[in-house]
């Protein structure tokens, strides 16, 4: 059974990629919810793929790259583990990073990251 974690971040990466960015919003913790819009995560993929000739066309969560003990940011006690997310064009390839929490009794994200390291 894939790491759930993993399942989470590349929900989120597909919600990208189609352009949902509202099932998107969904995914994230309540803070970050209220930190990020759906908008702000549109303008903010835009921002990022800006040079592309065109949309984001998949998402790709790295499952080699998920880290379950890190420093920066420092951990949180919810915190269940930090993924890669590959988000790839036609003639581009960007990330997001995320970490994914246990927020009650589901899953969310509660930190992002974007653009590649």
């Avoid at 990466?13 to 509202?22: C, K, V």
């Avoid at 835009?46 to 890190?70: F, H, K, N, V």
């Amino acid at each position: 059974m894939p790491n759930p974690a993993i399942g989470l971040a590349q929900q989120f990466g597909d919600y990208l990629a189609q352009g949902d960015y509202a099932k998107a919003h969904g995914l994230l913790c309540s803070a970050l919810q209220r930190q990020y819009s759906p908008s702000t995560l549109r303008a903010d993929v835009e921002t990022m793929i800006y040079y592309g000739s065109g949309p984001i066309q998949r998402a790709i969560a790295m499952a080699d790259c998920l880290l379950t003990d890190w420093q920066y940011p420092p951990m949180e006690a919810n915190d269940l583990a930090w993924v890669y997310v590959s988000l790839e064009g036609e003639d581009f390839l960007e990330a997001v990073s995320v970490i994914v929490q246990q927020e009650g009794k589901k899953l969310a994200i509660r930190w992002l990251e974007w653009g590649r390291p």
